[in-house]
């Protein structure tokens, strides 16, 4: 469909030729219920949070449920972020029987306390490191490994080219470039200039990152950088359809965007599904900031907002759900039939 990029595939990955879509590492989002639900929607690919190597090597329950993938149907990918090579390896050497399709190294992670330890994308200032890691743990993983990046750590030293051809030479799958420096945060917009410059230079795939938000963004994003794929994540919290407007783009299949029902049935399978995975209470307290993304514009969004967020178990969620979908049928039959 798309004119792109003639890409050198790892024998070990012959499925990633078809994968055209990824639902992003998300911290706080997109644990196992979301990743379902976007899979189901279309994304070729779902990776689960990122996880400190050193709490899997510390065997810290907590790091354990970031990347409990059992069972799980579809492609999946586990993200390590961390700054020594040994505990990297380690965390990699330890995912040997688990469920997972790549392990991914997170070397663009802006937030303070993961650049404070050096980890994330305070490596991008560090390439001799960072590629020691990226060596590290492709020796040590079961999986293949890939990774994901920034543009560089500031607009005076962008050196994702260099660090690109490290992670291919190091035998990294391929690799995501999120559009930004890590001095913009989430300001400013991605530089798909950059992706396509890095398309252009690697002979592994790349995957593009960065404020694609729709089917028309993919469209643009693979035709302005010839990338082998387009990971999104902000836009598909409260929006999973995203990935059927992709396919789309793609020509893949008929997009519509979904209907009230369809948009209540999955509000209330995911707050169903989180509780059941999670216990009621951490649950409903999770698939809020989800909850609101889905009814994001709705008229009357503020006030089906502020009566599930008095609920404290996901079954008062569910039945308040209920009301807000049963008031808005009857207000749809009344604007029928006035
Ligand atoms: C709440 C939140 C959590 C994130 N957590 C991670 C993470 O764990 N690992 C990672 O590599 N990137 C993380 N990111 C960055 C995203 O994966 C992605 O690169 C970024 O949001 C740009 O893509 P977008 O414009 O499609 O959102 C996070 C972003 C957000 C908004």
Known sequence: MFD?????????????????????????VT??????ICREHGAG???????????????????????????????????????????MAGAARMMAGRRLDVLDINFGCPAKKVVAKCGGSALLADVPLLTEIAAAVVAASPAPVSAKIRTGWDEASVNYREVGLALQEAGCVWVTLHGRTRAQKFTGEADWERIA?????LDIPVIGNGDVVDGDGYASMVRATRCHAVMVGRAATGDPWLFEAM?????LRAYAPPTLAEIFATVERHIADECRLKGERIGSQVVRKHVV??????????????????????????????????ESDLRQRADRDP
Do not use: H
């Not at 410059?197 to 230079?201: A, G, I, K, R």
């Not at 396919?247 to 020509?251: C, L, T, V």
């Open 4 to 28: 792109r990029k003639p890409v050198r595939l790892d024998p070990r990955t012959p499925w990633f030729a078809g994968v055209r879509t990824a639902l992003s590492p998300m911290a706080g």
């Open 31 to 36: 644990d196992r219920a979301f990743r379902d």
């Open 197 to 201: 410059d890095l398309v252009d230079t």
């Open 45 to 87: 690919i779902a990776f689960c949070e990122f996880t400190a190597a050193k709490g899997l090597t510390y065997d810290i329950p907590q790091a354990w449920r970031l990347v409990d993938t059992e069972g799980e149907r579809g492609l999946v990918g586990v993200q390590i972020f961390g700054n020594e090579p040994a505990a």
């Open 247 to 251: 396919d789309a783009a793609e020509g």
């Open 293 to 326: 993304r889905y009814f994001r514009g709705f008229p009357g969004a503020a006030a089906i907002r502020r009566r599930l967020f008095a609920t404290e178990t996901g079954e008062r969620m569910l039945a308040v759900l209920a009301e807000v979908r049963e």
